[in-house]
């Protein structure tokens, strides 16, 4: 007899109904994502981590943009946005301006925040706008099928760099850290347990928060340099990460053959945001 | 404890002021309490007077690093239950674009203040244009429908702004204030009515229970109530075509379906949402159609015509979009000739010969931009048309 001609008793499978369960989508489900990519084990952390923040649920905004990360809103049985290309950032701002109580948060990947959005991600840093930023970072754009983006390391192949990438790559948590961030954190997918509580520490944080998640994409990145499954990249996340908490984000640059630096970097509590100013303001506009 | 002064959102009385303001105070008297915006000339004025004033109001008013993102700051804003606006002239516009087409999607109510000034590209930043008539139409890819009104008063720039606003909400759309830098520069008097008296429109509220809220269910109307954020209705937002749930389907049959609807609450009601006003029609040969400054001309060019003894008249477009296809076929019935005055090298005057079902000559008033046209301009031209 096979799996599936064996008899399911339902009640059996209610009564396993996971703790998470009301925090995802489940008609929505399965979702887009390839096997061994790493947003659903980031997606996990997200929910747990929003779960165990203690902040009612309907008091959480989600704003994403587009790609293969922008598809994790989707996923999320909150208030949730899947906006344009490059957009989360401002619209987030939008969200968190017109209505304070709210915890806006923004879940996209590294191309949609970094490239067509990177003016955006360092303005909101800048202002420090209360919300939290979780950026995917596969090294690339997996959506549209492997294309160089600004956080591919130099020399790494990619369907548009297919002689090798002769660009620099950004250092996100040092850029968002120069910019104004109150908070920054990077881990890989492979850090469950410390990529869920920064998450709940950035959710909590007051002003601009951002996270760095590290995933595999053996799809479109992988394959092309060397790891051809997501089994292969975690090894190398294993093998090749090192913790340095309370680093400066400057040291911590990703480049091909290095070890890679992962840990909280930043914690600025109590810093005041651009809505505590804007509160200022309109109360002066008053006297 | 000092008290708290009452909010002023309103200043009823007599201004003698310019059309920006007047924009900025119309919106304010709307409920407008959220403007995101970059400063462009000859739009900034809006965007000066919104950040002194908003926050007396317990408003908000932010600069953005772009006009890209401004647009989206406000879309943002209107899900968190504000009134919101931005305010930029033609680059400015052409950036907002791609994110005037996720408000049509996602059926967001907001106003955008376009205040024209001559292009292409950078072209003439201070001086007047009316070029952007299509692109209000058409900028966005893909197929849908937007408002566009068209003041050409400073009173009008007060009074259309809250027509925008209580459009934007009715409709669940954006709408475009198609003004333009000699209507936005110029002073004139203003009288602002009493708070009473100003009716406004608020965009429909989900009724029955949380759960079972479609985010993009639409009631016979064609309309979706619209939930606010942060009350727990997990509403589903997405600019990929979607169904009742907001949930994305990417077949032809829901796109069909979603885009149908989209044009339809608009294009159907169509006579509902018209504005024009009309001077000497009834009996008149030759049509003269204009809108926003060049209408006054327009306006002089007819009582010029009139003193020649031409039976001229004047249809002025308040609103532009959707377009008065129906009005404009039935008035061509009536008269000899048309002639369209506009500040572009002919965008109205597409719609005017798409809808006038009847072999007579139209004729185009045309300036390029960086002066308004002058009464005897038009005027050569309704003489033209009377000898056709």
Redesign the interface.
Known sequence: MTVAEKKIDKSLLEAKKHPMDDLL?W??LPHVWCSGCGLGSVLSCFIHAIANSGIP???F?I?SGIGCTGRAS?YI????????H??A???????????P??NVIVFSGDGDLFAIGG??II?AARRNADITVICCNNFVYGMTGGQLAPTTPIDAWSSTSPYGNVEQSFNLCHLVYSAGANFVARWTSLDARRLQESMEQAIKNKGFSFIEALIPCPTTFGRRNNYENGLKMLEFFRDNTIIKNGIDPKDAEIRLGDKIVVGKFIDKPDQLTLDDR?AR??K???? | M?K??PINDVLTGEHYTSGNEAIAEGCLAAGC??F?GYPITPSSEIAERMS?RL??V?G?F?Q???E???I???????????K?MTATSGPGISLMM??IG?GAITETPCVIINVQRGGPSTGLPTLVGQGDVMQARWGSHGDYEIIALAPNSVQEAFDLSIEAFNLAEEYRTPVIMLTDESICHMFEKLVIPPKSQIKLKDRKKPKGSKKNYLTFQPDADMIPPMAV????????????THNEKG??VIDAETQEKLVKRLCDKILLNEEKIRKTESHKVNDAKILVISFGITSRSAKGAVDLAREKGIKAGLLRLITIWPFPTKLIESLAQKVDAIVVAEINNGQIIKEVKEAVRKDIPILLSSKLGGSVHTPKEILSKIEEASKK
């Open positions: 989508r008609d929505r649920k309907e008091k905004a704003v989707g049985n909150l208030d949730v946005f899947h906006t344009t490059g957009r950032i401002p619209f987030a701002i939008g969200l968190k301006l017109a209505n109580k709210l003016n955006h303005h804007l303001i309109t002066k506009s008053h006297e | 000092s708290k002064a309490r959220f995101g002194q926050p007396q317990d908000v932010i953005m690093e772009d890209i993102a401004s989206a700051t406000v879309l943002g804003a209107s899900w968190a239950g504000k919101s791609e994110n996720l954020v942060g009350e727990g209705y997990n509403v589903f937002v997405t600019g990929l949930y994305p």
